[in-house]
Structure formats: C-alpha cells, structure tokens
C-alpha cells in the first residue's frame, strides 16, 4: 500500500465510521469521480445505508424528506463542481424548515482552484448563510494528529445539524489523485477510536420569567395557534394546556394536531369575514411553530397586534413576519406548556364554546364539496387514506385544500410538506425520501410541481421504493387563480396561468411507474385502496375556473353560516 492509498482509506475510513458512531444511518449519494474516496468507504460501512440517486437536485431533496421523516442527520454527498451546487434549493430548504442535512462536497485541491482546471468552481461557503456551520477539511492524512481531527470533524458535523434548531452543515474536502482508496474490508482491518462525544440539553423556562408571562395572560380569553410542529411531546402538551386555559387551538394541519377532533380545523373558511374576525377577537395569543398556512389566520393576527402576542420558540428564531410579537420566549415548547398548566387559572368556557360552534358551522360547508373540483377530489383523497398513512402535500393550492379539508378528529396521519421557502421544487424527491424512511407515503400536488421534479421518480425505480401520488392537473398554476394577478386578464395566461398542456401517462411508462387517469371520487378511493408496489401515478384533469369558483362559493357560504352560529 503506497503512502498516498493508506493516508486516503485511512482518514475518510475515520470520518465516515465516527459520522455513523454519532447517529448518522443514512447516506444519499450522487455518483461522481472526486467524490469516490468517500463514496467507496461509504458503501463499505457495514452500518451506513445508503441511495444512489444520479441527479443532484433530486438527491438533496430526498435525503430532506428522510432526514424529516427520521429526525436524524442525512448525509448527502457529490463530485466537484455544479454537482455542488444543484444542492442549495434542498439546503435552503433544509435552513428554514430545520431539517438536519450534512452536505459533503468533494472538491479538487487548492493547486487546482482558479486555474482553469476542469470541474472546479468556487465551493467555499458555497451555501453562504443557508449552512449552518462550513468546514473546509484538510487533504488527507493518516497521521495521529489528523485521524483524531478527521473523527472530531465527523462527530461535531452530526452536533452541530442537531444543534437546536436543526439544519444543514457544509464540508468541503477536497482530494488528489489518484482517487481510488484501499477500501475493501477497511473496517474489519483496522481498530477506529470512537468519536467525541457531543452532549446538549433542553432550554428550560426560568421560573421568574414565567411567572411575569403567566401574569400577563391570566384570567384572559386566549387563542393557542400551531403552526408545523415535528416533536410529538410538543403537540400534546400544547392540547393539555388547552385543556387546562379552555383557549381553543387553530391547528395548521401541518401542527400534526388535526388527528384530535378538539381543535379549530375550519377557521380559514370563516376568518375571511372582518366581522366576524373582530367579534371573535382574543385577548391574547400563544403561538408555537412555524407561520401557519392560512392567510386569512396570519391577517387575523396582523389584524389584532394590540393585544399579548407570545411566541414559543425552542429553536431560538425569529418567527414573527407579521411584527406583532409581544414576548419571544426562547425555551423548550413542552417545558413551557407544562409550566404555564402549573400557572394559569382555567377560564370561562363560553369562549371555547362560541369558537367550537363557528367552527362546526363553517366546517359543515366545506364538507359539501361535491364532483370534480379539486376541493371534492381532496376530501375523497383524505378519505380514501389508510390509518396511520403520511401525506406529502405541495404547495400553492394543494397545501391550502389540506388545510380547507383536512377535517379535525377524522382521521390519524402523519402529515408532511416543505413549507420552509415553500418551493415547488423537489416535492417527488422529498416525498420519496420520507417512504424511504419506511412511511406509508400518499402525496398530493399540482401538474407544474410534479413537473419540476419528474425526474424524481428514477430513485423509486432505482431503490425499490413505493408510493401513490395524485396529480391536481389544472393545467397550469391554479393558485394565480385566487391572487389579484388574475385581473390582468391581457397577460395572466401566459405569465401565470402557464398552461403546459401536459399529461404524464408517458412520464409513468418512462420511469416504469403504474398510472391511472381518474374520472370520479369513487373511482380516487378505490385505486388509493389498491395495494401495488412501486409508484403509481393517479392523474386528476381539473379546471382552474370552475375549482376558484367552488372554493369562492363554499367560503362565502361558510362565512354566513358562521355569522349565524355568532348569533
């Protein structure tokens, strides 16, 4: 073995080892030649899963979705060059959604930068601040030293994508050649040190600073508002403070909330009413998770910014657009839940009560939804879902008809979407990533967004994947529809509307997936309830007039019955 083989095995044998002895149990790997000495040693890992997926862009949004779905770090690596870059739109994602992602890219060495050699740009801080934390590594060796070093830069990539809040971290190392390392067998051949060990704890509430916060909200008429929530724990203790406060929750669906029939599912319907928004006004707001969906919730709150607006925020963020925050409190959202339980009295129940029966009032239109609009086609695709299925939802329409439709206590799912920079790109990739994880996965999105990531589909094909996935095809981009951009009715079609005409019958038969076209409800539960392995595609054409006027009529009638229900 030449000097140069051993430093190359020895080092990325020590990395890869100490990236797996701090938690990692899945790597997404893009195929490439600089990349090979971490590739190999990868595959050899006797406890490192991994996927090959060949297009980059598709590779970091399925390593986002199995990183979402597991809670835990997933590497992703690729070669020199644009390879690196087709992985910002997942790691911007990755940043604002908190998804723990380790972006190894593979680079030439500094002799090579700036001089014209092949496959090389600028990869330094090549994430800028969507990185959490970049390192550029060292060339390798195999000395003491720099093993120890190799295996710390390991562990501390795992601590610092956890670190709270979670997120992409970059490291860039960059090889000589030649590439190729001594890699069979390494790990029974050699004894590897374990790595450090990186330890954190939970942001626990100050008594004192609670205490001033419990004053400020005793006695009130309040609303608890979740948004995204991951952490189960949190979810249910935010339901026994509801419990203990009687303040009704608005659960965004994505709050992992909806499966409790106790909280507020339709409000996105009656908010739309200024009346109503002023006659419901609380006193105060509790909020936790990222911004919700709903405009007419995020409007409502903008609305009323006169009033004790606290948010909770285990992450330590700054997740208030609207600026009405009155109290930032930086702790553990559990913690914090049991905590105020101890401190707040229980209130007046005509305040739950007045929400529970507009909210029933409103819901009970928006169940009327009936045909081929895409308002009726998402409650027969709720209905026609397992127990215990995941949905991936798009975004732009489809994830505002999960939150229209999604009916509270009707169902348990788990419910998934990238509503970090809120994209269309990568929801395939991301979708798969989560069945990749071992979830029942049903996505929902409109033709434009499947049509973004289309390519997706080959790592189903590649490693054995299955999933359903439901095409909206309104031809076109349906949420432009419901934006004042629709009045411009010279140039809405072709800067908006974007018509494609497309149909992705061919697209199944190109990545060996199964497809149906569906004509009724009744026909979209029935193949849902199909057991078949691998993807299979089922296509819904729609009309984008018909589905803004169905949505438009339902909120109108929604609002009055709500109306009523305040009378």
């Not at 090579?112 to 050699?117: F, K, Q, S, T």
């Not at 994430?127 to 190799?150: D, I, Q, R, S």
């Amino acid at each position: 073995m030449n000097n140069h083989k051993e430093n190359m095995t020895y080092y990325n044998a020590h990395f890869v080892d100490s990236l797996v002895r701090s938690g990692v149990e899945h790597a997404v790997i893009s195929p490439g030649s600089r990349s090979t000495p971490m590739a190999l040693l990868m595959e050899e890992h006797p406890r490192l899963k991994t996927f090959i997926l060949v297009d980059e862009r598709s590779a970091g949004f399925f390593a986002l979705g199995l990183a979402k779905s597991s809670q835990k770090p997933v590497v992703l690596l690729c070669t020199s060059g644009t390879a690196a870059a087709n992985y910002m739109p997942a790691v911007a994602e990755a940043k604002i959604s908190r998804v723990p992602l380790i972006v190894l890219t593979s680079d030439r060495p500094p002799e090579l930068r700036d001089v014209g050699a092949p496959q090389t740009i600028d990869q330094l801080h090549l994430y800028g601040h969507a990185a959490k934390w970049f390192a550029e590594m060292a060339l390798p060796e195999a000395t003491e030293t720099a093993l120890h070093y190799v295996r710390t830069q390991g562990a501390r990539a795992v601590f610092e994508s956890l670190s709270s809040p979670s997120g992409p971290v970059h490291l860039n190392f960059p090889y000589r050649e030649p590439l190729l390392p001594d890699y069979d067998g390494i790990y029974n051949r050699i004894s590897i040190p374990a790595p450090v060990r990186l330890i954190s704890g939970k942001k626990m509430p100050d008594r004192i600073i609670m205490d001033d916060v419990a004053k400020t909200l005793r006695g009130k008429n309040g609303l608890i508002i979740a948004g995204e929530i991951s952490k189960s724990s949190v979810a249910s203790a935010i339901l026994s403070l509801s419990e203990k406060t009687g303040w009704p929750i608005l659960a965004d669906p994505l709050s992992q909330l909806r499966s409790n029939k106790s909280v507020m599912d339709s409000y996105d319907a009656f908010l739309r009413d200024d009346e109503i928004k002023d006659a419901l006004k609380p006193a105060a707001i509790i909020r936790f998770g990222a911004l919700p969906v709903s405009k007419a919730l995020t409007l409502f709150m903008k609305r009323h910014h006169d009033i004790p607006h606290v948010i909770v925020d285990s992450g330590g963020g700054w997740r208030d657009p609207l600026h009405v925050a009155t109290h930032m409190i930086h702790v553990d959202e559990a913690a914090f839940c049991i905590e105020m339980c101890t401190l707040l009295n229980e209130s007046q129940t005509e305040w739950k009560t007045a929400w529970q029966s507009v909210n029933e009032a409103a819901r009970s239109v928006m169940k009327k939804a009936d045909g081929m609009d895409e308002g009726a086609l998402f409650q027969q695709f709720l209905k026609g879902l397992p127990d215990g299925a995941s949905i991936f939802t798009g975004n732009s329409m489809p994830i505002r008809d999960l939150d229209s439709f999604l009916f509270a206590g009707e169902q348990r799912i788990r419910v998934h979407g990238n509503r970090g920079a809120n994209g269309i790109d990568g929801l395939v990739s991301t979708a798969l990533g989560i069945a990749a994880n071992g979830e029942n996965v049903y996505a929902v999105m409109g033709d434009l967004s499947f049509f973004h990531d289309v390519n997706g589909l080959l790592a189903a094909k590649m490693n054995k994947l299955s999933m359903k996935v439901l095409i909206l095809n309104n031809n076109g981009g349906g949420i432009f529809s419901y934006l004042p951009q629709a009045s411009e009715e010279k140039h809405f079609e072709r800067l908006f509307g974007t018509p494609a005409g497309l149909k992705f019958e061919h697209a199944a038969s190109l990545f060996d997936c199964q497809y149906v076209r569906i004509t009724s409800g009744a026909q979209l539960i029935e193949e849902l309830n199909q057991e078949r392995e691998g993807i299979t595609i089922l296509e819904a054409f729609t009309d984008r007039a018909i589905n803004t006027e169905v949505h438009r009529t339902l909120w109108k009638e929604a609002v009055m019955q709500a109306r009523k229900a305040l009378l």
